[in-house]
């Protein structure tokens, strides 16, 4: 079955310093994953995402992710971290058996605190 | 960049009543999509659709049924509300390439009482 694992409900970091989200997923032949970002009282926005190519791939405000295929993970990163980045990520694969119909598999969501 | 516009941001409605929310995108996609989502269950897929009056249940469509009589329009309807779909609800668009990311409204913040 194909599914999305973000191990942690929150992660929390101070600011300044570098963070991480972790996310692992498991589907069959090349994953297309996507993180995404929520505010509170806000809908999702798209970070990044990663189709093929390079493994680290930069998305927005600052973020990256690295695709790792051996160890079936795509994890979050931000070298430094902001008071701002604290919400609600969501780490999702896009399910290969839906076609073009755009459908994903989501995480269940890690809340990211950053304390000043 | 793309517009994902949902009608109400906060709806109250009581049980029985059967409860339209709006999703309208601005960007011509295909794909459009319906989720709920509640504290420690994540998004849930309710229906989706991947044309005009194309329609596909997700993981939870029982009690909802939708509409897309336009390529910019989807529209979730409650048939009859109940408590337990207090929720907010989140609607998305995608082109129809598997590659393309959704965009997401606001979303609705619905309570049922």
């Known amino acids: 079955a194909q599914s999305v694992a973000q191990p942690e409900d929150q992660v929390n970091v101070a600011e300044g310093n570098p963070l991480t989200v972790k996310c692992t997923y498991s589907?069959?032949?090349?994953?297309?994953l996507f993180w995404y970002v929520q505010y509170p009282n806000r809908g999702l926005q798209f970070l990044l995402k990663?189709?093929?190519?390079?493994?680290l791939v930069k998305g927005s405000y600052g973020f990256e992710a690295e695709f790792n295929k051996s160890q079936t993970s795509f994890h979050l990163k931000k070298p430094s971290a902001l008071v701002s980045d604290s919400a609600l990520y969501f780490c999702a694969v896009r399910d290969i058996y839906s076609g073009n119909t755009g459908k994903l598999i989501f995480g269940q969501g890690t809340t990211l605190q950053v304390k000043p | 960049d793309v517009k994902v516009t949902q009608s109400s941001r906060y709806l109250v409605k009581r049980t029985g009543e059967k409860v339209f929310l709006e999703c309208v995108q601005d960007?011509?996609?295909?794909?459009m999509f319906w989720y709920r989502q509640d504290p420690g269950l994540g998004l849930r897929l309710i229906y989706f659709?991947?044309?005009?009056?194309?329609?596909e249940k997700g993981d939870i469509p029982e009690g909802y049924s939708v509409s897309r009589e336009k390529k910019e329009r989807f529209s979730l309807i409650l048939e009859s509300a109940s408590t337990n779909q207090t929720s907010m609800y989140l609607c998305?668009?995608?082109?129809?390439?598997?590659?393309?990311?959704?965009?997401f409204g606001d979303g609705t913040r619905l309570s049922i009482l």
């Open positions: 659709s991947y044309d005009v009056k194309m329609k």
């Open positions: 998305a668009s995608s082109l129809q390439l598997s590659n393309q990311p959704q965009h």
């Open positions: 960007m011509d996609h295909e794909n």
């Open positions: 990663y189709i093929t190519g390079d493994n």
């Open positions: 589907v069959s032949g090349n994953p297309y």
